[in-house]
């Protein structure tokens, strides 16, 4: 059996710029998050939210533009393999939007969080124990590097925020992403600006956001955006 790449050495995945070393590195920062969410509450609970959203959907979208294509073209069984990955990552998804629409006096908030850590952490197992592991058969540690530097351009123009109704897989992840790409950091900088800005202007800024906010739904609404998925796991 495979071994799980949380127990391999740097070496062993291939070097620091592997693409497995770079998801791992992810991992090890999304654990460390989630166990700083623990026990949180307020608006430091929102703060550490966000930082897991800014890494988490930046994180995904890398994965399904760049590494799950491969795993399908290489592996017999890298359709179910990614479509089990996929399905997670909507589930989460559609987790924090509702989280976002319901805000923080929610009864089902608590419920809802745990069960985003739940999904997270099995996202997590699936891709450490199974996924990348049987890609490591596959590749070799140069086509591992080279993999990493895409997975890493990827992630560097993706899109920070949920969006539930996009295709989790090319041609509607693909071409949706830089347009949500450049909304969604776009807001990052507008409310960072808002939250540590003079209170006066918080309320134009906030107005900003939202109709950027609306732009993005725009994008998710195209037919081209949601296309690609098989079968469908966007909503």
């Known amino acids: 059996m495979a071994r799980s790449i949380a127990d391999q050495s740097e070496e062993e995945l291939g070097g620091p710029g592997s693409v497995l070393t770079r998801q791992r590195r992810d991992h090890i920062e999304l654990d460390r998050l989630l166990r700083e969410l623990q026990g949180s509450s307020g608006a430091a609970q929102e703060e550490v939210l966000t930082r897991i ?8 979208f890398a994965e399904e533009t760049v590494l799950w294509p491969v795993l399908r073209r290489v592996l017999p069984d890298g359709d179910a393999l990614t479509l089990r990955v996929e399905e997670e990552h909507q589930e989460v998804n559609e987790l924090v939007s509702a989280l976002e629409a319901d805000g923080p ?8 969080l745990a069960r985003l850590v739940a999904v997270l952490r099995e996202d997590v197992r699936d891709e ?33 925020r949920a969006h539930p109704t996009v295709s989790r ?11 949500l790409s450049v909304i969604d950091r776009t ?23 939202q109709s950027l906010a609306g ?3 725009l994008v998710e609404r195209v037919p081209l955006s949601r296309r690609g998925d098989r079968p469908p796991t966007s909503r």
């Open 105 to 112: 006096d929610d009864p089902r908030r608590a419920q809802r």
């Open 53 to 60: 959203d800014r890494l988490v959907f930046s994180h995904a």
């Open 128 to 160: 450490e124990d199974v996924l990348f592991p049987r890609l490591q058969e596959k590749l070799d540690p140069h086509e591992l590097r080279r993999l990493g530097r895409q997975w890493q351009l990827a992630r560097r123009v993706s899109p920070t």
């Open 187 to 209: 807001r990052d900088v507008l409310d960072a600006a808002v939250r540590r800005g003079p209170e006066r202007l918080a309320p134009a800024g906030r107005a900003v956001s």
């Open 215 to 217: 732009l993005a739904g």
């Open 169 to 179: 897989r090319p041609p509607g992840n693909a071409l949706s992403g830089l347009p």
